[in-house]
């Protein structure tokens, strides 16, 4: 099977980072806002798991 590469993992968190963030817009828009706060933190998820998969890229 072959390996994905970097730029394309790196592209689709972003991509779903984006998707994420429209989707709390939307909750926050409908003030749903324990929907919103659901968003938040699985988008404060995310991002912590980049920040530590960049960190040990830049360590390799």
């Known amino acids: 099977m072959p390996k994905p590469d ?3 993992l790196m592209r689709d968190a972003q991509d ?3 998707e994420l963030r429209g989707l ?3 909750a926050l828009a ?3 806002f324990v929907q ?3 968003l938040r ?3 404060a998820e ?3 798991c980049l920040d530590g998969v960049l960190e040990s890229a830049q360590g390799a």
Do not use: F, G, S, Y
């Open 6 to 8: 970097n730029n394309v």
């Open 16 to 18: 779903w980072l984006h």
């Open 24 to 26: 709390q817009a939307k």
């Open 30 to 32: 409908r003030r749903d």
């Open 36 to 38: 919103a706060e659901e």
């Open 41 to 43: 933190a699985e988008i």
């Open 46 to 48: 995310v991002t912590a």
